[in-house]
């Protein structure tokens, strides 16, 4: 071994797994503040076209008269 090793601070086997927990702790704590991709569900695309449909015809029928 030479200097440097034995100047070096050795850590436990308890710490180390302590510091894994607490790594996974800090992860989980940061989830909730990820912004999560959701799909576009099918109602949504549909009501959207309805109203652009509806909206559609009203002005259509002000043009008409």
């Known amino acids: 071994m030479t200097k440097k090793d034995e100047e070096r601070p050795k ?3 308890a710490q180390q797994d302590a510091l894994k927990r607490l790594d996974k702790v ?9 912004k999560k991709k959701e799909p576009k569900s099918f109602r949504a ?5 309805l109203l652009i449909l ?9 043009f008409m008269h």
Request: aromatic share 8%; no cysteine.
């Open 45 to 49: 695309v549909l009501m959207t076209l």
């Open 26 to 34: 800090e992860e989980e704590k940061r989830k909730p503040y990820k």
């Open 54 to 62: 509806v909206l559609g015809l009203m002005i259509g029928s002000y």
């Open 11 to 13: 850590t436990s086997l």
